[in-house]
């Protein structure tokens, strides 16, 4: 008997739009011991599917048909009272974010002993006993001290490790770890995946692996289940979906993973594709507004040299200086961006990445070292005209392609809008003619124009927020995470994009992410940030194949291997 | 055209069509509204024009003819014989013209104070702040007296009538104001960090552009329902201080000089002088409250079901 079945389930939506499908037609098993991963790219359904199976589903959505059977009992039928029993005690939950699945105002053991007694019929001290051992084997080091403490006194993978513990505590036969690393650090994503991996195997659990990431799935799961808009599309033996997918949605989906061992020069072309088409290849940049710009001294060696760069942000505020407590964001940093190249920033979270990119355009003051930007110096007071006219020359792409437009403002006005503020053209009829071409040379038509940005999915924001950099007619372009908020097969049309104008329009790149195979494809020099400072600068393929720093080698070791 | 399909088809109007109470609050405030504004039409008399008064009028009651002169009112008359309902259509012009000038000038004055505090941040958000925390220490009835009092004082007597509508205004606008600041402030604080604010910095836009053309019309919707709210409030405050003695004067009443003249009455048994002033009040500033509650609820998606 199969530990879990789900057969035929469909999740409805209905709104005043009409009903959403999220869940179509899906059938599944799970065996003991066995880790079934649901891959699938945002929308595709694939939390839902958790959701329904733990009874969680959201208002208004409901189940009008399917069955879940849980070790041969029925259990879609169940009172939300008994269903919330069985979710307590014998399905456990994993979610994404685990700060907020933890009770911040509570110790560990408070947590943990209340929910072994809720659903288990032992006594405070033998509950106590059984949660530090719990703590043990989740690999918390000195679990009968850290026990007493609070959720914010652990870190990110740590606190992770807890909610594990608060899943497995009350013995559960399945448990759904619905995305459990994606806010983690790759160093931590390895132990927590590899903790999951040992728990199913050890305790014969069953678990759904709900993720969006390939990585992991190859890494972590015996069989896989890939969903694309509700439909499940695929199922096998991991191994054989991801080297020898059968539909043509699951090969795209593959084709667009970043590959960690190699790098190609484009990512193929994919089934669902999102833009209108690239207007590059037949654009005359020569004889185009974009061509022009100011007589601009691309000889140089290193377009921008920085030195010793520093930054501190006020922790802690005082009206005498001496009690102010700084942090140490950038901590005397070195390097250079040679013309023409993309020059990679990578790091985990907190290790300073993005700041350098705010530092280098002026959003953030600098506090100390110096930066040259093609003869401009750049450090000082963001005002000053010599920083302000190298400045012009220098956009950014931004993390987050939902808050990086202005929700208020037509698509038009806001790529017209650095024409109009730096007086670049001449004409109302010469910018609209321009915002017309950076659409379409983006991939996007010209209706785009007339629409807000809520009428259009992240990955076309995304195009939108590059139109409105290039309207400068820049010469630098920092990449923040331009990628890291979108899906894989999107991700690698932005990518495409981008190789593409970098070529065409010849930009220098700097191109900042926490993912290292995107790393990979993209820059020809990378710099490894960790804690504000840069510990290693080198050639991409050099760096990939022989890392120096023992961070480096860390970091490169631990990022999970997806071998086609 | 475009835009006022686009405008039927939004959520808001979704929101508006489903919900009665909404629809019942707006109707009942328009008509309101309407009435005030068509009151030299409508109104049977004109109460302000002291030729067309007769004081063997006075203290009709409703829809009976006066003792004296056969003439019949539908809703009576007061005691120097003006037509209640006369008056009452008149008076609400006073009080929706006070209480909505009362919340634009609040408004302005908050939300540039909000924005200014909010991008600027450090001392000046500071300062902006603490005046506006003072402010909250004294009721808004007693600013709005301190204000009147002292506009009165430097006011020429001919022209105190005349100058009571707008001193009402300011003092009402200047007690209002602080939540409007705050909210625009916290709201103002999510936008400035959000990356289009830096990306409207690297194309080199000014703080002033910035503030006004990115910042401000993404922090409209609270504002609105807060002038909505605010404008019920204000209706109330000027009633009060009008009824206080402080307000609008006795012969330019509005509906709160109308209550304090009817009150002097009840206990004679002329009722209706009090009752149909106070239930216009109270129907004018229960449907403005009702609607200013749903605008709320439909703005904001988290409060939900």
């Known amino acids: 008997m199969e530990l879990l079945e789900i057969n035929n389930m469909v999740v409805e939506f209905p709104s005043r739009h009409g009903v959403f499908t999220a869940v179509d037609d899906v059938s599944l098993t799970v065996a003991e011991g066995e880790i079934v991963g649901l891959v699938g790219e945002s929308g595709a359904g694939k939390s839902t599917v958790g959701n329904a199976v733990m009874g969680l589903l959201q208002s208004p959505g409901h189940m009008p048909s399917g069955e879940i059977w849980l070790h041969g009992e029925r259990i879609d039928q169940l009172s939300p009272s008994d269903m919330r029993s069985i979710r307590g005690k014998r399905i456990g939950m994993i979610f994404q974010d685990p700060m907020t699945s933890l009770n911040p105002i509570e110790t560990i053991e408070y947590q943990l002993v209340e929910t072994i007694q809720t659903h288990l019929d032992v006594g405070t001290s033998e509950a106590r006993r059984r949660a530090v051992d719990l703590l043990d084997q989740v690999g918390i080091p000195d679990p009968a001290n850290r026990i007493k403490q609070y959720p914010h006194q652990f870190s990110g993978g740590m606190r992770q490790r807890v909610v594990i513990a608060l899943a497995l505590c009350v013995e559960p036969e399945l448990i759904i770890a619905d995305e459990p690393t994606t806010a983690l650090d790759v160093t931590i994503q390895a132990q927590i995946l590899e903790l999951i991996k040992d728990l199913c195997k050890s305790r014969k659990l069953g678990v759904i692996l709900v993720t969006h990431d390939m990585g992991v799935i190859a890494e972590t799961t015996d069989r896989v289940a890939v969903m694309y808009r509700g439909r499940l599309i695929e199922m096998g033996e991991t191994d054989q979906v991801i080297n020898a997918p059968q539909q043509p949605y699951t090969r795209s989906l593959i084709a667009a993973v970043p590959p960690s061992n190699k790098k190609i020069n484009r990512f193929p072309k994919v089934a669902i594709e999102e833009s209108d088409g690239n207007a590059l290849q037949n654009f005359d940049l020569k004889g185009h507004w974009l061509g022009r710009g100011d007589a601009f001294d691309t000889t140089v060696e290193n377009l921008l040299e920085v030195r010793d760069l520093q930054k501190r942000f006020i922790v802690k505020s005082s009206i005498l200086p001496r009690n102010r407590v700084y942090m140490d964001a950038i901590k005397g940093i070195d390097f250079d961006v040679r013309s023409g190249e993309t020059f990679g920033l990578v790091g985990e979270s907190g290790s300073g990445k993005s700041t350098v990119a705010r530092v280098i355009t002026g959003i953030y003051p600098d506090d100390g070292g110096s930066m040259r930007f093609a003869g401009h110096d750049l450090t000082g007071a963001s005002g000053k005209d010599d920083a302000r006219a190298g400045r012009q020359n220098i956009q950014m792409i931004f993390q987050d392609p939902y808050s990086s437009l202005n929700g208020r403002m037509k698509i038009s006005s806001i790529v017209a809008e650095p024409m109009i503020v730096n007086k670049l053209t001449d004409t109302a009829e010469e910018r609209h003619q321009i915002v017309t071409d950076l659409l379409e040379l983006v991939g996007l038509g010209k209706d785009a124009a007339k629409k807000y940005p809520h009428e259009f999915s992240g990955g076309q924001r995304q195009r939108i927020s590059i139109a409105r950099a290039l309207a400068t007619r820049p010469r630098f372009l920092i990449c923040d995470e331009p990628t890291s908020a979108l899906d894989v097969s999107i991700q690698a049309q932005i990518l495409n994009l981008l190789k593409d104008l970098q070529e065409q329009l010849r930009l220098t790149l700097l191109f900042i992410s926490h993912d290292l195979p995107v790393i990979r494809q993209m820059c020809d020099r990378v710099g490894v940030m960790r804690h504000g400072d840069l510990v290693e600068v080198a050639d991409t393929e050099a760096l990939f194949e022989y890392p120096q720093h023992s961070y480096t080698q860390t970091l490169i070791g631990q990022m999970p291997k997806f071998a086609k | ?305």
């Open chain 2, 1 to 305: 055209m475009d835009s006022v399909k686009r405008a039927f088809d939004s959520d808001l109007a979704w929101s508006f069509r489903h919900s009665p109470v909404a629809i019942l609050s707006a109707t009942v405030a328009l008509l309101l509204i309407l009435a005030a504004v068509c009151a030299p039409l409508i109104a049977p008399y004109n109460p302000f024009d002291p030729a067309s008064l007769n004081l063997m009028n006075g203290f009709s009651r409703p829809m009976e003819p006066n003792a004296f002169t056969g003439d019949s009112f539908l809703l009576g008359t007061d005691d120097q014989g003006r037509d209640v309902l006369s008056t009452i259509l008149y008076g609400m012009r006073i009080s929706l013209f006070v209480g909505f000038a009362a919340v634009v000038f609040a408004m302005i004055i908050g939300v540039v104070a909000g924005l200014v505090a909010a991008y600027a941040g450090g001392r000046v958000d500071a300062i902006i702040m603490r005046i506006a925390d003072v402010q909250l220490t004294f009721p808004s009835i007693l600013v709005a007296m301190l204000i009147f009092g002292i506009a009165k004082g430097f006011t020429p007597v001919h022209l105190r009538d005349q100058m009571a509508i707008w001193v009402l205004i300011i003092s009402i606008g200047l007690s209002d104001w602080v939540q409007f600041a705050r909210v625009v402030r916290g709201a103002a604080l999510v936008e400035k960090s959000k990356e289009y604010v830096e990306a409207a910095i690297l194309i080199g836009r000014g703080p002033i552009a910035i503030i006004f053309r990115h910042i401000l019309p993404n922090v409209l919707s609270p504002v609105l329902v807060i002038a909505t709210i605010s404008l019920a409030l204000a209706i109330i405050a000027e009633a009060t201080l009008s009824f206080l003695g402080v307000g609008a004067p006795p012969t330019r009443p509005s509906l709160g000089t109308l209550i304090r003249i009817g009150q002097g009455y009840l206990f004679s048994g002329e009722w209706w002088i009090l009752l149909f002033p106070s239930l216009t009040l109270l129907l004018l500033a229960l449907s403005v409250n009702l609607l200013g509650d749903w605008l709320r609820d439909a703005l904001n998606p988290k409060l939900g079901d």
